[in-house]
């Protein structure tokens, strides 16, 4: 007998990229910030880790939600902070999901999708990109509670166009997630959508173009009234003191983040290049990372990297096995994947 | 319309004691520990706070584990670490608690524990103390599949017998969460019923004891059974880089923190004998608070404290509202707190 739920029993966990805690290795395969983060967010955290860490932090958030709300231009009730956009996440599919109710989202995406449906007795609805990772028709489910779209999407790269994500919130009798973790190295954006929709709800990180995927720093931005609930589902304290003098600091940053972000996209330029000179087919990514399909087979480049210690990521999935994902790390680790790709391929 | 669950909508949301963002107050409504943490701590987080900030945390925080199950005597897969014992409380709601299920937790406790319940549909059922706020006969209910106990209860830092959980324990089909934020300051504890059952989760927080509310670190001690399967509903990233570091060095300062248990357990003997004098009816307190009931309405006392910018904690609630919780401030603070209410009471 198991005291668990049987949704929880069944499941299977998500599973994140590796973190090995040894080094020598490069790291190209959870997109994090090959550049470290603004010098100010690094002095305001050491300056904050006193004797006060003895103190709860500011359950609101208050002022971190204020200087986000000059970022993104909204008002501050229209932001919410969580510990990571997986917390946000995670209290998106609380507070709109009932067991059974529909939730949808595309395939290939984020995989964590899946395990908070799973997680919540949800019924997941999966619809497949087109094949050039477009949104199909049948993103519209009039049943849907809940429809995640990531753009850029993650792991392909590929963006949604927000005309038509205007379109499926405007149809839409459930909430429509957004989700723009990398959302700083593309040419768009959802985030105007949340002052015409009261039902959108778009997320952003910090982990990615702010260089914070250690301080786990994630928002979500929608109406007040979408705002207003989902602060009833958030755990008081989930976002610590350091996370808060962090995440203030940063949001003072986001000059140094824009330049981190354009070498990135630059960087991205130069990656796709040469893996096309080697006979990969890459596709049109918005997002730090590019999926590539090599002329071999990719869960074999993905092991002879990773003896040459050069971690990428590689499911054995449809539509993604015939591929790798690579994070744009600096100019020096891509051209070390490069030349260690040409050695594998040359075989 | 609104978007949310019919559950969320009409919910009330958890309501932590108050914050203040600007200076000046005595603080003793959130049971924070008036000593700074350890200096080991605080150097470990300075030193931590770096260019390593854009790497992920480990999700398994597979040190942290290893340091705890040395310190509680257990293996590290009895171990999971929580954003704060909070987000172990919500695991344990998500892992075993479906629509419609019965969740069995005391009144008066801890608030969370409905807000929790509420927030996953479940049912809950409340049983009361008894006079004296022992366990009651009716705590054990044959379908429940979680029952909370608080020990030392919050907010009237009174215990549970451990012989008495232990029965309630074998007795029971469901899942029993040991709730031991406050434990520390206590001459007992729950924790070898993680040997002999299957079914018992040992909660423990640094919030208090180890001076780290800011820092947001929570343990839950199990089964391995148990906590694998927690695991799977455990964001992966829960605990940011910080943290982990934070952690991991308050494990290696027991000795400090049963230093300032000690000053605390002192102190709090001091403010009962002071209070008891100026004809307070004081529970005796295992926890770093105390709960009394003073010789005139509680509700005025505590607005009246707080004019004198003295913060303690009232709620307006049956068997609370002839009482105040005064958390065990330093000596200094507690000195200007029985001075104050001495006036107070001479009107």
Chains 1, 2 share one sequence.
């Not at 050491?46 to 002022?63: E, H, Q, V, W």
């Not at 939730?103 to 019924?123: D, E």
Request: hydrophobic share 40%; proline share 6%; glycine share 8%.
């Amino acid at each position: 007998m198991s005291y668990f739920r049987d949704n929880i029993q069944r499941m299977q966990p998500y599973v994140p990229g590796e973190q090995p805690q040894g080094g020598g290795f490069i790291k190209l395969n959870t997109n994090e910030n090959p550049y470290p983060p603004c010098a100010k967010v690094v002095e305001a955290l050491r300056a904050a880790a006193d004797g006060s860490l003895r103190l709860y932090p500011d359950p609101a958030c208050a002022r971190v939600r204020e200087r986000a709300a000059e970022v993104f231009g909204v008002e501050p009730d229209m932001v919410i902070i969580g510990n990571g956009s997986d917390d946000i996440l995670t209290m998106v599919m609380r507070s709109f999901v009932s067991e059974g109710d529909k939730v949808v989202f595309l395939n290939p995406s984020y995989g964590l999708y899946s395990v908070l449906t799973n997680i919540q007795n949800g019924r997941e609805h999966v619809v497949e990109y087109t094949e050039d990772f477009k949104l199909p028709a049948d993103i519209h489910q009039p049943d849907a509670k809940l429809t995640f779209i990531c753009s850029p999407n993650n792991p392909t790269g590929t963006v949604a166009a927000p005309g038509e994500v205007a379109t499926l919130a405007e149809k839409s009798d459930g909430i429509v997630t957004v989700d723009e973790a990398y959302v700083d190295f593309a040419d768009g954006s959802c985030l105007d959508l949340v002052h015409r929709f009261d039902n959108v709800i778009i997320l952003r990180s910090m982990s990615k173009s702010y260089s914070l995927a250690g301080l786990r720093i994630g928002l979500g931005i929608a109406a007040a009234s979408l705002i207003g609930g989902l602060m009833k589902v958030k755990d008081s304290y989930n976002v610590d003191r350091l996370g808060i003098v962090g995440a203030e600091a940063a949001l003072a940053c986001v000059e140094n983040m824009r330049e981190n972000a354009e070498k990135i996209k630059k960087d991205r330029r130069y990656l796709a290049e040469h893996l096309e000179k080697l006979g990969f087919d890459v596709l049109p990514s918005q997002a730090n990372f590019v999926f590539a399909r090599p002329p071999m087979p990719a869960g074999a480049l993905f092991e002879k990297l990773k003896e040459r210690k050069i971690l990428v990521r590689y499911w054995d999935l449809p539509r993604l096995s015939d591929g790798i994902r690579i994070s744009i790390g600096t100019r020096h680790e891509l051209e070390a994947l490069i030349a260690a790709t040409e050695e594998i391929l040359a075989g």
